[in-house]
């Protein structure tokens, strides 16, 4: 029993940090927001050489063949920077739909080796989002049409921007029409694929909530350290400081649930689903508390857009109802909870 | 990563539950807030330390098992599930008992650490004081040294079943010039020395579940000194961190207390979901327990790896005592209107076991601690925020 990650895994985290911290500054999100596309592809192309694209491809295929609890470290990352780039729905949810596609299928490699190379987009419409989120600047989008998923091409699908208030999102309502040639999964086989992808899309928005919910309680420290009034930063009244240890507190219980639901969808464990809505709804709450106490100690400089909070308060905002609202998840909590063969109590938390 | 139990792990937690279940009391003891129920939980303790279960974590010459953390929460999983009674001498055992073992001279372990762990010995703790309660440092009992003896003046409060306890582990100002942190030794204090006198304070729950002791020149062997003179201070808190964030309360109390949460909703689930907040805060107290048992995990996989826990342990006791509120908070809106009977009324349901973790969850934001000092401390140790 060892609920700790190894020393590679705390430093790969690191390394990504230091790689973001610079590449990913706030100045340069806020460039890209004020892009048509949204999106840089010379940003795509530096994670892309950093290795970054190729964590969840498969060794074979010229990837790293990292799991789920690899990515519970690197999400958070992403989510702290709050990069403008749908780079973990390619290269973590799309990337584990298509390696665990057959081998019948004949573009499975080479999209592979093309999310290894960041020289492929792949937008991901699972049923349980409405729209899709950068279906527009996508090459492949895999798309379901009841248990089926296809896997179209940008050129075959219509694409209706839905702006967001969160200006890193860009979402679309994709209009399509399913074929033969499109589909690469069917009945069983395409339903268990769904029901994977579900997991990974929401363990991969708990984990940049999460991290979202760190940036915004960094800056807040950061704001209230500075700013004075009565004679003393307002960092040092307790009203401000207990906002932001409530903040403190709710993200350190986030993280143990967030690597918990890794490791069970890594593993594949009976009761993965169960721990995966946990931790979206723990990483939410996080970020939401974070956000609404992060915008009260900035006072009215959290109500503009000149301070960097917005960015990363709006982006929680969204992703929170992103691969199933609170709803969805606690439904999928009290199913388990309240159902007759629920195993609760101590003893239970690893499934023994 | 390695989420599965060693064969070691298992056959231990076989073990434990074993035991349990043969020796867990059928009945439940009276409240150990009383003189009778007192005297059988300390009996129970003995049943205990004699399976060497009482201290698991304590090495074998202590009385104790050399476990280690992992066995530890493995115990606490299987010792909560099994219903057994709540452990009546914890404050001894995890508060002074580690303080001991780090600080303590080889004599005073020997002389007390496997008496507490076969509660031998009943602990009381001497911190509060009327005018120093969460601001600790501001004690002004007197421990003046004559010779080889201290001369203890003063009055402590709030003390956890003192009139019931042999003795008492506290805080005294030995330096009569100096002030706040400073001057203050770490003494034990045998509750029936001349010149003690133990005052109960009725608590919420109608029981003298703690009390007031005032000292008057009550005379204390320098060699019951905790730690070098003047140097209290740092020997109470070096230990604080930890026990109480963890030690004290382990998750698999609460993970016991969501369960059965879970079945007093499904047995009322009619009347309860007229409040649609009511199934909501159920599965909530799920997911909280759960989330502090996973954080214990991985806070005690870290300690095993050689780091040292940080100030973010002060988050563990804003966690659990929130929690615990919350869940009691929940049955008593599930109970509706026979909630309020006590174990007395005929009425009462599962013996009023409901209402009594209610009115003791009061108490949890504020002992140990309270929950505005923890932010505090959050605030500025953790996030480094400028002291006001």
């Known amino acids: 029993m060892d609920f700790t990650f190894s020393d590679d895994q705390l430093a790969f985290r690191e390394a990504v940090s230091r790689f973001l911290m610079t590449e990913a500054a706030p100045e340069m999100l806020r460039e890209i927001w004020e892009t048509d596309v949204g999106r840089s592809p010379d940003l795509r192309h530096r994670i892309a050489e950093q290795g970054l694209m190729a964590l969840s491809v498969p060794e074979s295929c010229g990837g790293l063949g990292m799991d789920d609890v690899a990515w519970s470290l690197m999400t958070q990352e992403l989510g702290y920077y709050a990069i403008p780039d749908s780079l973990a729905d390619t290269a973590y949810v799309a990337a584990g739909l298509i390696a665990a596609l057959p081998d019948s299928v004949p573009a499975r490699e080479d999209w592979l080796r093309r999310i290894t190379d960041g020289s492929i987009r792949i937008a991901v419409g699972h049923p349980v989002n409405p729209l899709v989120a950068d279906a527009h600047p996508a090459d492949v989008l895999l798309l379901a049409h009841g248990d089926e998923v296809h896997a179209v091409p940008r050129s075959l699908a219509d694409v209706v921007a839905n702006p967001s208030i969160d200006r890193s999102r860009r979402l679309g309502r994709v209009v399509w029409e399913p074929n033969t040639a499109t589909r690469v999964a069917a009945g069983e086989a395409g339903r268990a694929l769904w029901a994977a992808t579900l997991e990974r899309g929401v363990l991969s928005v708990s984990g940049q909530l999460l991290g979202l919910a760190q940036r915004m309680l960094d800056l807040s420290v950061d704001y209230t350290a500075q700013r004075k009034q009565f004679g003393k930063p307002i960092g040092s009244f307790q009203a401000v400081k207990h906002h932001l240890a409530d903040v403190a507190t709710r993200i350190e219980f986030a993280k143990p649930v967030l690597y918990r639901a890794a490791h069970a969808v890594a593993r594949g464990d009976a009761d993965a689903a169960v721990r995966v809505s946990h931790a979206k709804l723990a990483c939410g709450e996080a970020a939401w508390l974070a956000g609404r106490h992060g915008i009260q100690v900035h006072g009215a400089m959290g109500y503009t857009w000149e301070v960097d909070l917005q960015m990363f308060m709006k982006r929680a905002w969204a992703l929170d109802a992103s691969w199933g609202d609170r709803g969805f998840h606690k439904a999928r909590v009290a199913g388990f909870v309240l159902g007759d063969a629920a195993a609760l109590g101590p003893g239970r938390t690893f499934g023994e | ?388």
């Open chain 2, 1 to 388: 990563m390695d989420l599965a139990y060693t064969p070691k792990q298992r056959a231990f937690r076989a073990e434990v539950r074993a035991w349990l279940a043969d020796n867990v009391p059928r009945t439940p003891l009276a409240s150990y807030d009383t003189r009778e129920g007192f005297e059988q939980h300390r009996e129970w303790e003995r049943r205990l330390f004699d399976a060497r279960l009482s201290m698991v974590m304590w090495p074998e010459a202590l009385g104790g098992r050399g476990c280690d953390l992992i066995e530890w929460l493995i115990f606490e999983e299987e010792y909560y599930a099994s219903g057994a009674p709540l452990r009546v001498n914890q404050n001894g055992q995890l508060l002074l008992g580690p303080t001991l073992m780090e600080f303590g001279t080889e004599a005073q372990k020997q002389r007390f650490l496997p008496r507490m762990a076969a509660s031998e010995d009943m602990w009381a703790q001497g911190w509060s004081e009327p005018n120093a309660g969460s601001d600790m440092a501001a004690i002004t009992s007197k421990a003046i040294r004559e010779g080889d003896h201290y001369v203890l003046n003063g009055q402590k409060t709030w003390s956890t079943r003192a009139i019931y306890a042999d003795w008492l582990f506290g805080l005294f100002r030995s330096d009569p010039a100096s002030s706040r942190h400073h001057g203050l030794s770490f003494l034990l204090v045998p509750l029936d020395s001349p010149g003690v006198t133990i005052r109960p304070i009725r608590a919420l729950n109608g029981k003298d579940a703690f009390a007031e002791i005032f000292f008057d020149d009550v005379r204390v062997p320098v060699e019951n000194r905790v730690g070098d003179e003047g140097k209290g201070w740092h020997v109470a808190m070096a230990t604080a961190g930890f026990e109480r964030g963890l030690l004290l309360r382990s998750p698999g109390r609460f993970q016991h207390t969501a369960r059965r949460l879970v079945a007093l909703y499904q047995a009322h689930r009619e009347s309860a979901d007229r409040d649609p907040t009511i199934r909501d805060a159920v599965c909530e107290s799920w997911m909280g327990a759960e989330a502090y048992a996973l954080s214990a995990y991985h806070t005690v996989g870290r300690l095993a790896k050689g780091a040292r826990i940080g100030d973010e342990a002060s988050t563990n006791k804003i966690v659990w005592s929130e929690l615990d509120l919350k869940m009691h908070e929940t049955a008593m809106r599930i109970l509706g209107a026979r909630g309020e009977l006590v174990a007395e009324a005929p009425e009462a349901e599962d013996g009023a076991s409901w209402l009594e973790g209610f009115l003791f969850a009061q108490a949890g934001p504020i002992y140990a601690g309270t929950n505005e000092i923890q932010r505090n401390i959050i605030a500025e140790r953790m996030l480094g925020l400028p002291k006001s």
